[in-house]
């Protein structure tokens, strides 16, 4: 048992991978308990078990392979991964379970499959299950079939895919393995059960014996329907109402319905495996079945017949046999032969079923006319055929053929066509035998049922019948108005007998219907409610419908007798009351006539009608009237009555009053009574003759409303019109034609008949009479309210001036809705307002379109035009297409008859020849819009072929072929295009143009349709192929289109879809079905129907764009219930319809409330956020050549939080129309949200770039409108741009400047113009410059264009980096090969020369001659004087930023407007000495540092405000004056960027800072105090964020002009300047104590700081004043607060170039280095806290700067040794603190041997390995080791480590210094423990050292206190200046370098700077180091103020040749003081000398 106890210890997953199999059985066993217990599906622990599973049911022992089995079940049934493993797992049973001798292994195996299967695994199971099939072993297969049979039994067909299962069938039954066999039939009797006969094809072929088993077999099974028992994890609503039905006792009577939808009727079609037959076609069967010889064509077609026996054929091009069989059957004369090629095209037909469609219209008119054939096997061959061809077509397509064969002569031909008719209604459904299919075929048969032969008539009534079986009373009642009773009685019948394909349900529904109204469901709505009925209605037993389809279908045969129908006007009938409750009349004798009437009129009466006197006829009608007003209307003889009237004089009567009267009767008779349309015959003529009369005219046209009312519009009016224009009375014509337009309005337009009118409406255009044609006009203007823009076809050959009239009619009505029908209503039903309304309006629209008259155009398309098509010769085959041009041009309008054409034209469409191509893209496009809707048929041969043209190459044929599809479609429908397999074989192809193109198309056609076939599901598995496409087009288009698809086929379809892909695909795929699903767009509503009556035209209802609903959305519910029976319709689950209801009622309520509140909300700090978000790169940096989709993922996001919702939508809405509400919803908002705006500005910027790259204009053109407006705010408001703003945004509106139309470039110029208002126009520069980069010559030349106006307006202070090489950037634009920029260039270049003059030619450098030649000959011409002074230029240019006006009306007179101007000069003067780093203008005067201003403030200033400026310019300056050449360094500035975020405040602020560096000492302080102030308040301090740096210059400016100017000043009051001082060091330290402020302190700033404060401290002058000791005490704290509080990098930094500087200055004295030092060791000494802060990369390259000018040698010959120590006691520290990390961060050193740091670092770890544990002594030196380790460790320690140093020979020196230190800091410190042991000799060397130490340092003067710096001091000092050079260091022997050596480097740096070397004698020699030729130094802070960190290193070792160079000038430029010689007083007289030399050279 030892093992046992091993592995019981061990967790359960372990156990069950035991080698042992007891330790797995008892896992198995643990794993069962778990699993069991385990509550939660997604715990993680199922999850350690994935890869296990496998091996539990593999186990290969038997015990434990039970237990592992039930495990595993337990787990399939629990886990909710378990489907991960559903492959491994089922594949382990088959193979190692299903062959296990124990039945108990079989079940368990069995059960898991069928776990599997619940858990939605069902594909892979069966799968796995299949390939066991082809086991070896029989027991497997039989184990598989017998899973297979339990799973197909429990979870029906629709869940187990039947089809590869029959495959595979017949395999099964030929196995040896009796086993196999029995098992395979009792699952091919479960099979049965599930899909019947269906079966039986595809077993047709096994073995007799066993067919006849089984036949056995199916024969027990029991007829009810199979049921689903078990269920899917996704079926649960389904199982819960399975078993609710098992509750109640088998199923209740509502099952059935359920039942119909659970079990799919399987189709054996599909079940099939489809053979290729085209191949196997014998060699020479074209030719034989043309031969002369019968039996040759019987062969030929035998052969056929064989192969089309083959119940399922591959789809392929059959064109060429079908045209060989249909001329069989059209033309051969042996009938044998006829009715062996119908066999053979029958066969075709059923096995290509749809793809058979294409061809069907060719071949049915053939059969049709076939039929003239009397023998019955042909008669029967040729029906078997059509009936064939019928299903795979539909009725609609081949109705014309069908119509036009009905009035053939032949008696067969009509009774056949009848009967084929009413077969084919058999297959028909309501909705696909829609009215406007009736009305054709109803009037065609109508006249059949009154031919002379029986037969026809017998057809023609069997064909009704069927008709109304199918499409129900309701629908064709109205068509059979005029058949009388006993015919109707006998359609009735044949109806009865009729048996429907689609069984009873289609007919019972429709017949319902009818039933409805009548049956007491009176005021029921249409919609759900109505549909729910019929289904209930539906479910009910027989005997309910069979009443109350007859109670419909009984009208009133007389107009006598009441009906149940017909109480009141406002009863309730079916949509057309009137029609469906026709009174039918016979003529009645005029003798009855009188009998009726007497009856019902007074004698006097009837005696007085026909009486000579006029007053008695008078008198009669009056009591004529009284008797009908008093009538009921079951009593009123309506036709006897109208003929009494129209008895003798009858119309002719001559009173006007009697025939007024008379013909108000009329109408009252027509109001009140049963009025037929007999008795409207009786009264019409004579109404039509009086409705022109001025009297009469009125109340004959009310008694005609009164008819048409009752008899309805459409016949009234074709029988008033028809007498009308019988006449020749024009009155009575014009006056009819306004009683229609009138009627037309009041009764609506439904089912008038427009073709009838035309005719008419011509002739009345034609009439002589001018009243006549104005009436004809006004009745035309009215129709095209109803029908819309086609009406117009009609009339398109009328005169050009009647037809400007007609147009000028229709422009009128364009816009206006047609009115709603306010008659004709009352007999309406308050039902019917919906379905039949809506296919009304639609019919309406296409009924134009079919009543235009058509050409036929057939007998054109000859053969031999065919064969010209199809020549060899392009050139012919070109003249075949021009002829087809022009005989569709000739036509205008054709019947679908076009013969071969299709076939022809198809074959031109791969045509080598593109030209070819694409002219037969245009004809096909012609002959969609002349042939109509008609053109459907062709969609299926000529449509698809168009689509592939669609991946052609070539751009141009691409976008003919989808113009054409789109001509198409517009006329077809999408429902064509996306039937059958066509579209999807299509996007099967791998073509990537085609790809795209398709699903474009698609994208743009599904969002409008309101259903779409299912074969849309076909498409999907290549939509998740192109998803995943090489080709970035395709799969964005793909993506694109997702969304539609789910639209239409629901999210779960899709998912499921995915099954079959790989793995990893099917991950992304559904990822992307996610997406999608968020962003599904719903479906559209159906058209409102105002809209589809103005749209109406030809496009039908389903394709009007979506405007024509939008009204829709407003409306009440009863307009959005129709929406939800459509939906229904559709089939949509009940959650769809919901979601229907909501997207409809949200607008309109919501609208209002949401879209109140602001659009942008403001949140506090966002912007910032979000700026350092992007910093930090957590979000994508705004850059891209496209915007991807993260892009605008991302921006969404930031913009959910501060833009309003509604708003969101519409801005990242896919239509572009949304965008522009969007820009008009921005600008409206513009003023009124001001804050908002600035608040998001970054993000409305950004979104504003994403427009840049929509293609739409007139979005463009409304974001440019946008922006001008936005930047007129911001410059208003004082806002400037961000960098972060400016820089996502501005490269991309450059870009737009190349756009190619000229308004939108303009725009975009404007705007580039306002943004330097709102931005430096010197940063605008370099994104300009960029600009000119580009490949669009358009914007190159616009960005040119735009750098010569900012250079004009601003002058050369905008060039950056630097005016040469800006210059030379746009110089070499005059090479350009486009004219325009090159123009462009020379212009720009010479705007340049106008304002600098001939320097351009220095700075453009060297020219090719060419472009020379033609700058030099555009300067000469453009004749300007360039003037000397740019300053001059610049006062004369008006600004382009300046806002003039308001400068203009403040300006002051005299000094004051002066004043204003001249800042505005010294602000141009200046921009880029405060900006450029000493990128120095060439020729402006150069003014000291004191005139630091705010230039911002200036630059945005009108001259209001207040500065004493003029105090500033008394000091002795006149040396500014002299022009200086300061030579131009090259390096890239970037200038500093004052704080945009607070930007009222910022100018204030900008102002007082300003102040500071006054040379007035009181404005000084004053600025001083006010800034103290704001820095006291916590709550304000904030505000000096950004202006830091700013501050500290403006401070240290001061300082220096303390201590050059006010400190030798004698009349100046001491006091004055310690209060000056004390208020700058105040002001300083608060500023120090804020940690936040501090650190935004720079590095080059700091460093002038810290020179600033040193050289004060070091000012001997300070320490004489009273206060002095004060002073420098503060200056000390201050220090020490800087050191502290600043940026510890930046500080860092500051102090090593600030030494290094130090150290290379001759006349830096040697104080100054050693206080630099001190404060260097108090860093080291911070080190260990700050050093994580510290950006370790940028001191190590300071230090490696400082390592390069100071090599090891170099520094140990200092007189000093403190640098040495100082540098690697820093190393040193770092070391210790970062140990071998720290040789990473040498990354920004780009040549690590130019210094010896790396090497040192190295050695500093190698040596700190060597002695890991002890304290690496060697490299420490001196004060700072001890200064470290004072406050640390014991002293003991300290003082054990000295002495050991003082004992080794090498640190002997080192170590007694280090003692020296100690002592004296430490002055009671004992160190004579230390001494006592050592020797006397020792002793004494120490003292001696001591002593000697002391002697050396006290004559260099007093030292360190304890802050490491000394107030006190000796001897004279010299104030430092930064860049003075020193030469005291020499070279290395220490001799003077002679000043020739630096005349000539100088030479050498000129040249290099692009300056002249012409005169340089009046220069004064230069001294430097020869050793270094160019040292490095670093830039002084304004110029390095906003430097880029990347600029560092190249900045210093650059600045080096300017400042060797300014120094020795009289400037002293910006970063540099003046040279100062070694004492203070020949400071003064050099000064004072240089003065007088200024002022007698300005006289």
Partial sequence: MGDDSEWMKLPIDQKCEHKLWKARLNGYEEALKLFQKIDDEKSPEWSKYLGLIKKFVTDSNAVAQLKGLEAALAYVENAYVAGKTTGEVASGVVNKVFNQPKARAKELGEDICLMYIEIEKGEAIQEELLKGLDNKNPKIIVACIETLRKALSEFGSKIISLKPIIKVLPKLFESREKAVRDEAKLLAVEIYRWIRDALRPPLQNINSVQLKELEEEWIKVSSAAPKQTRFLRSQQELKAKFEQQQGLGGDADGGDDDEEEAVPQVDAYELLEAVEILSKLPKDFYEKIEAKKWQERKEALEAVELLVKNPKLESGDYADLVKALKKVVG??????????????????????????????????????????????????????????????????????????????????????????????????????????????????????????????????????????????????????????????????????????????????????????????????????????????????????????????????????????????????????????????????????????????????????????????????????????????????????????????????????QVMQMKLHIVALIAQKGNFSKTSAQVVLDGLVDKVGDVK???????????????????????????????????????????????????????????????????????????????????????????????????????????????????????????????????????????????????????????????TDIGDKITAELVSKIGDKNWKIRKEGLD??????????????????????????????????????????????????????????????????????????VRAAALATVNAWAEQTGMKEWLEGEDLSEELKKENPFLRQELLGWLAEKLPALRSVPSDLLLCVPHLYSCLEDRNGDVRKKAQDALPFFMMHLGFEKMAKATGKLKPTSKDQVLAMLEKAKANMPAKPAPPAKASSRVVGGAAPAKFQPASAFADDLGSNTTESKPDLKKAKAGGLSSKTKVQGKKVLSKPSLKEDDDKSGPIFVIVPNGKEQRMREEKALKVLKWNFTTPRDEYIEQLKTQMSTCVAKWLQDEMFHADFQHHNKALSVMIEHLESEKDGVISCLDLILKWLTLRFFDTNTSVLMKALEYLKLLFHLLSQEEYHLTENEASSFIPYLILKVGEPKDVIR?????????????????????????????????????????????????????????PGKALKEMATHIGDRDNAVRNAALNTIVTVYNVHGDQVFKLIGNLSEKDMSMLEERIKRSAKRPSSAPVRQAEEKPQRTQNMSANASIMRKGQAEDMSSKLKIMYRTYRIQNRNMGSHPETTHTVPREFQLDLDEIENDNGTVRCEMPALVQHKLDDIFEPVLIPEPKIRAVSPHFDDMHSNTASTINFVISQVASGDINTSIQALTQIDEVLKQEDKAEAMSGHIDQFLIATFMQLRLIYNTHMADEKLDKDEIVRLYSCIIGSMITLFQIESLAREASTGVLKDLMHGLITLMLDSRVEDLEEGEQVIRSVNLLVVKVLEKSDQTNILSALLVLLQDSLLATASSPKFSELVMKCLWRMVRLLPETINSINLDRILLDIHIFMKVFPKEKLKQCKSEFPIRTLKTLLHTLCKLKGPKILDHLTMIDNKNESELEAHLCRLMKHAMEQTGKADKDTEKGASRIEEKASKAKVNDILAEIFKKIGSKENTKEGLAELYEYKKKYSDADIEPFLKNSSQFFQSYVERGLRLIETEREGKGRIATSTGISPQMEGTCVPASTHTVSSSIGNTNGEEVGPSVYLERLKILRQRCGLDNAKQEDRPPLTSLLSKPTLPTVASSTDMLHSKLSQLRESREQYQHLDLDSNQTHSSGIGTTLASPSSAAANIDDLKKRLERIKSSRK
Wanted: with cysteine; hydrophobic share 40%; glycine share 8%.
């Fill in 883 to 956: 002829e087809v041009t022009s005989i569709i041009n000739e036509a205008k309008f054709i019947q679908p008859n076009i013969g071969e054409l299709p076939a022809a034209l198809k074959g031109r469409l791969n045509d080598s020849n593109k030209i070819l191509v694409q002219q037969t893209l245009s004809i096909l496009q012609q002959l969609a819009t002349a042939m109509g809707p008609n053109i459907k048929q062709y969609v299926k041969n000529l449509g698809i072929p168009v689509i592939t043209v669609l991946g052609d190459s070539k751009n141009n």
């Fill in 696 to 854: 009469c005219g009125t109340n004959a046209k009310e008694a005609m409303t009164a008819i048409a009312e009752a008899c309805q519009l459409p016949w009234t009016a074709e029988q008033v019109v028809a007498m009308a224009f019988s006449q020749k009375n024009p009155k009575n014509q014009s006056e009819t034609l306004n009683w229609l337009s009138n009627a037309i309005k009041e009764f609506g337009f439904s089912g008038l008949n427009v073709k009838a009118f035309i005719s008419n409406v011509k002739t009345a255009l034609a009439a002589t009479n001018p009243a006549v044609r104005t009436s004809a006009i006004t009745l035309l203007g009215v129709m095209y309210l109803y029908v819309g823009p086609s009406l117009r076809m009609f009339f398109e050959d009328e005169k050009p001036a009647l037809l400007s009239q007609i147009d000028a009619e229709f422009e009128k009505m364009q816009g206006q809705t047609a009115p709603a029908p306010t008659r004709g209503i009352s007999r309406h039903s308050v039902v019917g307002g919906d379905d039949g309304e809506e296919e009304e309006q639609e019919e309406v629209g296409n009924d134009v379109v079919d009543l235009l008259p058509r």
């Fill in 331 to 656: 033309k051969d004369t042996n009938v044998m032969l006829v009715a062996l090629a119908a066999k053979c095209l029958a066969g075709l037909a059923t096995g290509l079923r749809k793809k058979f469609g294409q061809y069907a219209g060719h071949v049915v008119p053939t059969i049709l006319e076939k039929f003239k054939e009397k023998k019955p096997q042909v008669v029967q061959a040729l029906q078997e055929a059509i009936d064939a061809i019928f299903l795979t077509t539909t009725l609609q397509n081949i109705s014309e053929d069908i119509l036009a064969v009905m009035d053939n002569k032949n008696p067969t031909i009509k009774q056949q066509t009848s009967l084929f008719i009413a077969r084919s209604f058999r297959h028909c459904t309501p909705s696909t035998l829609p009215k406007s299919l009736l009305k054709p075929f109803c009037a065609a048969l109508l006249k059949h049922i009154n031919d002379s032969a029986p037969e026809v008539r017998d057809a023609g009534f069997e064909a009704l019948g069927t008709a109304l079986k199918v499409a129900g009373e309701k629908a064709v009642n109205p068509f059979l108005a005029d058949v009388d009773k006993l015919k109707l009685d006998r359609i009735k019948e044949c109806a009865e007998k009729v048996e429907l394909v689609y069984g009873k349900k289609a007919g019972g529904a429709a017949e319902k219907k009818e039933g409805k109204p009548i049956t007491g469901k009176t005021t029921a709505l249409p919609g759900p409610a109505g549909d729910k009925e019929t289904k209930d209605a539906a479910t009910k037993p027989g005997p309910l419908k069979k009443a109350s389809a007859a109670k419909a279908g009984a009208p009133p045969k007389k107009g006598k007798p009441a009906t149940a129908a017909g109480t009141g006007g406002a009863g309730p009938k079916g949509k057309k009351g009137p029609e469906t409750k026709e009174i039918f009349e016979s003529e009645l004798s005029i003798e009855v006539c009188e009998e009726k009437a007497a009856a019902v009129l007074p004698a006097s009466c009837i005696q007085q009608l026909d009486s000579g006197n006029w007053k008695e006829r008078l008198a009669c009608m009056e009591e004529f009237q009284k008797a009908v007003e008093l009538m009921e209307r079951s009593e009123m003889p309506c036709q006897a009555l109208v003929r009494m009237l129209a008895k003798k004089p009858g119309w002719k009567e001559t009173n006007f």
């Fill in 1306 to 1362: 303009k725009d975009v110029r404007a705007i580039l113009n306002r943004m330097c208002l709102i931005y430096p126009a010197s940063k605008m520069f370099p994104f300009i410059m960029e600009g000119t980069k580009s490949k669009n010559s358009k914007q190159r030349a616009e960005c040119l264009e735009e750098l010569g106006c900012l250079v004009e307006s601003y002058g050369m202070n905008v060039c950056q980096p630097t």
